[in-house]
């Protein structure tokens, strides 16, 4: 898959970890940055990560800040973006299971890298489970869709 992956000064070494493991696992990765752990402003990364995502320009995006809640906050700003923050494996399947989550967000002040992996992996190989969550994530789809 072609992942994108952004975080802000928060989330930079777990992003960077993150990166590493996705090119181990032979995804291809569009890194949007930051690139140092000098202050930024996670609306930033996660509003271009989120467009981009929804232009067709990657498969899924991963969104690193200290916590996750501001980068998943942000991105579900996006239309047609449904990012989900998970700290540990069992979310992480469900998001995708349940809720065909298109953005995983995490935090580098929450977990340690191995965990976050774990997450990252769980989420990838995870498929959407179609039949009452369909009529769920439509929901939520038409609501977006609302005039
Ligand atoms: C930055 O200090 C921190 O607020 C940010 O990385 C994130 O945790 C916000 O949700």
Not at 40 to 59: C, K, M, N, Q, T
Not at 82 to 110: I, W
Not at 117 to 133: N, P, Y
């Amino acid at each position: 898959m072609k992942i994108l992956i952004g975080s802000d000064h928060g989330g930079f070494c777990l992003k960077e970890d993150l990166k590493s493991f996705l090119l181990e696992l032979g995804h291809e990765v569009k890194d949007f940055g930051v690139f140092s752990s000098d202050q930024s402003d996670y609306p930033e990364v996660a509003f271009h990560v989120a467009e981009s995502l929804i232009r067709g320009e990657g498969d899924r995006a991963v969104l690193i800040c200290g916590t996750g809640i501001g980068m998943a906050i942000s991105a579900n700003k996006v239309k047609g973006i449904r990012a989900a923050l998970c700290h540990d494996v069992f979310s992480a399947r469900a998001a995708m299971e349940h809720n065909r989550a298109n953005v995983l967000t995490m935090g580098e002040r929450v977990i340690g890298a191995g965990l976050a992996r774990e997450i990252l992996k769980t989420w990838l190989e995870a498929e959407f489970q179609a039949g009452r969550h369909l009529r769920r994530v439509s929901k939520i789809e038409e609501y977006e869709n609302r005039e």
